[in-house]
């Protein structure tokens, strides 16, 4: 089972029994869920695709920009969560001569 942490530091409880000669609480690991990674951009018919690996109950945020420099990133469209091990959106084409795009794991 994967839990999500909600903020830098998060407690971790654990609810178990302890029947007699029976105490097992083992195998618990704690690490940072891998960052999304692009697995494929398309561009078909006016739109474009955008293709990366997830993780299964996680939620991601595509944003977009038009300038870096500025730092300021819009999100397109609402979050989506994963069901499976990559996600897509697609997007229309827009007159911008030229759109960044970043892909943000939600908490």
């Not at 990133?73 to 997007?91: F, M």
């Amino acid at each position: 089972m994967a839990v999500t942490a909600t903020k830098i530091s998060t407690a971790l409880e654990f609810e178990f029994r302890n029947d007699p000669n029976a105490f097992a609480l083992d195998d618990i690991s704690v690490q940072p869920a891998p960052a999304p990674m692009l697995q494929a951009v398309t561009q078909t018919n006016g739109m474009i695709s955008l293709i990366w690996s997830a993780i299964p109950g996680l939620a991601y945020q595509v944003q977009y920009n038009d300038d870096v420099s500025s730092g300021t990133w819009n999100n397109l469209g609402g979050t989506v969560t994963a069901i499976s091990g990559t996600l897509a959106v697609s997007v229309a084409v827009t007159t911008s001569p030229r759109r960044f795009f970043r892909i943000i794991m939600l908490p």
